[in-house]
Structures are given as C-alpha cells and as structure tokens.
C-alpha cells in the first residue's frame, strides 16, 4: 500500500493512505491488524479521508510503517462492524454444540432403550423418568396453580398406571426434546440480548503520561484512569480521582434522579455522564462491572416480554383447569376413561405454551442475525403494529458521514484557526457532525493534540461549552451558541448564511462570547434513503416524519427530497420528546429512529426506539432495537420480521385450536385409539415449535406474506 506521512511525532504516526480507499469493514481489519503488533498501543483508521493514525512504542515505528506498506489494496482484512462481541459469537458457537449433542444423547437413548433393553426394564426406565414430570406437577398443584405441568404430569401418570408405558414414553420423550429445543432458543437469545444490552463504546480515552489516548475498551485494565466526558456512558466500575459530574444511575437503580460524583465516589458501567467531566480509576474492567452480572435479571424480566407471549402463557394455563373439567364430564357421562384421557392426552395448553415463546425467541435471536439487536419481544410486537416513524436527521436520515462544505470566518481568526479549535474540541464526542469536523481538521493536515487541550466542563442540547487552554469556547447551534451562551449575533449573519450555506447545516464556535465563525457542513440524504421510506410505506407506514435542530430552510429541504409526511425543524431535545408524545397521545404506535445524545429523550418517549449503528453512548443505552451496521435497510429487516412473527403466532393459534379439538373429537368417538391421538398431539406441538425457530426472513421482504399494520394491531 502507497501512503504519505502526513505528521510524526515520536511513537504517533499519522498516515494518509487515500479517500474512501476503505469500507467500514476493512477499516476495521486493518485497524486490528496493526494493533496485534507487537509496541503499537492504538490505531485508528478513517474511511472518509482515508487516514490511518498510530500510536505505539517508538521501537516498533519501522515494523508499523512495513505492516502498512505490505497490505494489499486489493484484498485487505475485514472485521465485521457491529455491537457483537468475540466472545459472544463464541458462546454462541458453544451453545450450538450443546445444543446438537444433547438432542443426539437424547435419540441414542430411545434407540438403545427399544433396541437393547427388554420391555419390563423399559417399562421400569419409563416410571423412573415419569417420576420427575409428577413432581414437578405436584409441585405447582401445591402452589394452588394447575398449569400444563399438572396436566402433563396427570397424563403420564395415568399412562403408567394403565400400564401403557409406551404411551408414557413417547410422551416423555417428546416432552424432553420440547424442552431442549425451548431452553436453546432461550439461550441463543438470551446471549444475543447480553450481548446488546451491556452498552460500551469500542473505544475510550485513557490517561497515559498526563496524556489523553484513545485505547480499545477491551485492553482496559484494573488501576487505568480513564478521561470520560458528558455524554459518555460508562464502560467499567471505577473510583472518581478527579472532577465532578451529575450520573444517570437509572439503569441500574430505576430511579431517575441525577446523581452528583465527585472525587473518591464510586461509579458503575452502564450509567451515563449526563453532565460534567470525570477521571476514573477503574476497578473491574469490562466484562466483571456489576452490570455484568445483573444483566441476567434484566433478560428474565416479565416487562421485556411480548404481549402476545404473556397473554399466551396466561391462556395456555387458564385452559388446563377446563381439561380437567372436561376429563372428569366425559368420564361421568360415558364411564369410559380410554374416551376421558382424550382430553388429558390431547390438550391446548401445552402447544400454545410452548410454541408463542419459541417463535419470539427465536425471532429475536434472528434479528441479531441480520444486525440488530432487539431488547425484549415486546418491542418485535410494537415494531408490528406501528403506524408512525421518526426520523431525526442527522446521522440518521442523511449521509452517516457528512463533510465540510465550507468554513465561514467572521472574525480576525482563519479558517485554520477555526478548523483546529473546533475539532480539539469535537475529537471527544460520538457525533457525525462531530467527525465530520475532525475529519476535515485531518485533511487539511491541522494537528492540535500538542497544542490544545479541551476541558469540557458541560454538554447541552444542542452544542459544547468548554475551557481550551485559559479560553472560554462554545460551538454547536444557533440557540445554543447565540440564546443559551449569550454570544452575540453579528449584524448581516442570517443573510451572509442565506447566501453562502444554502441547506447545509452550521455550527457556529465561539470564543470569550465573540463569534469566530461557522462550519458549513453539507449533509445529504442517504442513499439508500427514498428507497427505504417507500419500503416502509409499503409495509403500513403512513405517517413518516423528520425532526431536527437544523434551520427550517435545511429541515424544509430534506422533506422534500425525502417525501416525507411532515417535519419539525429547530427543535430542542426537550421539545423532541413532546412531538413524539403528542404523537402517541393522538392513537400513534410511535417508532423512533436517532442517533445523537440530544435524541435520547425522543428515544425514551417512544413505544419502540432505535438507535443506529455510530449512535451516541447515551442513545444506545436509552434504545429498544441498536442497529449493528449503518444502512437504513435494517428498518426495513425489522418491520418485516415482527409482522411475520405476529403472523406465524397468529397462524399457529389456528392451526393449534383446529387440529387438536379434530384429535379430541375423534378419540371420545372412538374413531381413533388414544395412544394415537395423543402421539398426533405431541408431534404436532413438536412440529410447531420447530417450525417457529425457523427463519422467518429467507424470503423477499415485500411478498405478501407479510402483514399490513393494522392486522397485528
């Protein structure tokens, strides 16, 4: 690969390889690749402009620069881009295998057992495992519940007691591969959801040498001290040794109230910095916080189930009591108990119990197959039945890597000046805008990490005041920087910027309150953007909105572009949050989509939120659904995937409820032996929730099997 030096310092290289040279997923290869040389401590690669920037042992500058100068354009390492883990992928790969080897165990034992044994050790093997399914019956009947386990239990029982201990075990049998095929689709959800539920950037800035340095998140050790600004949630247990900041602990305490942390407080991974600048001295890295082993509670949570599944568990056990009654008419009025155990032996509880948790489950560990990760079946479920999305703009609607279009100077400063202050200061916030400026701080080759430090001492809305050496500097939007910092307004501004900006979006940045300028930064839709506004149309969308901070005549310009229903421009996060209700109060299943620290009040208002892939710490903590890659398709994924669920559920509701009342009514008629009908019953709920943990999406996303909004309503 051909690269030019572009700044050296000692043990820091920035190299400039060429613009879009490479994906998202070959920047990401190649930044571990480099890393896993031996001396070098972080490497940095940027799509946009095509830079690579590297920090290492000065020893190893001659073993960076040669890994560098072999890669080969035309084949360089990818590494998948998303929220997923090693570690997860292997869990996953581990629950595979156990998965398989205990469904072969399983089948090797019936086949030995009807091979090997003779009838009466079978038959004694059979009431030795029944044992187990009575107990549990026995278990919730002394709990005054009468569930399915009670109902199985009965059924088994009675079995053995007529001495059909065939019957028996080929309900057990059945039984137990229900219930391995059940506890592996729970467990493959349950890891995918771990997975997505601990929120931690790839990435921190760690205190080296009175030095602020980016490292990987996954290198953070116990006694580090990591630099975490406003905005930022954080990534690992720790001590504050330094500054004061207010926490939202909510995610871990539930109560909403901001926390005040000063020097020698405690702070835990998964809450959020929503306002200060902390140094902490970490004392269990990721992996071993206290999120980590809470994370289990959050997955068993009843809240994070769908309706439909809550409601299916509470009907499938209410039917067992009528089982019973039924059992005992049937018996009165025939004296036949081959025709009463129809009803024991076939019933609708166990499938229906069985079959809608598998199919959410199952859907849920698919979404993370196709990169997203939802955070419990209720939100599948709303997805479903939504009307009604919001977009936010930036980031989201438009180019996820917007540019500098042009750099206005309204004072004695240059565009340089203005360029190296604004990206000192923007380097530490997940934003587009903000990489959009430090990229092109980058380009033009401005370096400041020596000559200026940002100490941020808060974040609002919509920009950044902060101290830069002995300076008072604030940079962000109009209202923050000209209503909310009181810097004034220079005479002339609105119709140079009317002339000069056009639609692009402005940051304005200035200093000791005087104006030195503004960044145009031109921000177009995505695209991939009207094609999937009209895929979601189709799919029973009907009212798609945009809201933004941005100036009406930027806001004004996209919706046109876009087609969408409405908009709402120069909004506040505040006031974000109050359009999405005022949504919701109207009748609307609200779907939010964003990705900024200002759109995580909107995200926590709506019935589903999501955030996308480059979203902000805090917006990823507050979302239902996080996007793994940074294409709007995956909307489009997730629509239909929960209408298909909905439907499969739906589907298998029917079929249940016909095919069993055709099972009972044949055995109480005599028209087909019991044993029978009750082997036609367990297959068939076996059948059904093998079926439900097949894919639902390996078909084309607008065929008509998926279902129109108000069908799943």
Known sequence: MVFDIVSELPGRLRLRCGRNLFSDEEARGVAYQIMGLDGVRTAEVHPSVGSILITFEPSARDAVLGAVRALDPLALPVAEVGLGTREGALEISLENNRFQVEVGNLIAWRVIKRVLLPAPVRAAVTCVHAVGYVLEGLRHLMRGEVTVEVLDATAIAVSCLRRQFAEAGTISFLLSLSGLMEEHVQSRAHLALRDGMIVRSESVWAVV??????????????????????GQVLPVDGVVVEGAGEIDESSMTGEAALVRKEAGSTVYAGTALEDGDLKVSVTAPPGCARIDGIVSMVEESSELKAGVQSRAEKLADGLVPYSFLAFFGILALTRNLNKAMAVLMVDYSCAIKLSTPLAVMSAMDEATRHGFTVRGGKYLEAL?????????????????????????????ATEEDILRLSACIEEHFPHSMARAIVAEAQSRGLVHERELHAEVRYVVAHGIATRVESDDVCIGSAHFVFEDEGVEKPAGLDDLLASEAGASSTV????????????????????????????????????????????????KHVAADLRLDGYFAQVLPEDKASHVQRLKDEGHTVVMVGDGINDSPALAAADVSVAMSDASDIARAVADVLVHDSSLESLVTMRVLAQRLMGHIHKDYRFIVGFNSALIAAGVASLMPITTAAYLHNASTLAVAALNTTPLLDRPYLESTALPACAVA
């Open 209 to 230: 040498d009175g030095q602020d340095v980016r490292v990987r998140t996954e290198d953070v050790k116990r006694g580090m001290v990591l630099h975490l600004g406003a």
């Open 384 to 412: 479903a039945a939504a009307d009604t999305i919001v977009f936010d703009k930036t980031g989201t609607l438009t180019n996820a890597t917007p540019a500098v279009s042009r750099v206005i100077s309204c004072s004695e």
């Open 508 to 555: 304005f940045i200035a200093k000791n309150r005087v104006l030195l300028g503004c960044i145009c930064i031109s921000d177009p839709p995505r695209a991939e953007a009207r094609r999937v506004l009209r895929e979601l149309r189709a799919l029973g969308f009907t009212n798609l909105v945009m809201i933004t901070g941005d100036s009406e005549a930027c806001a």
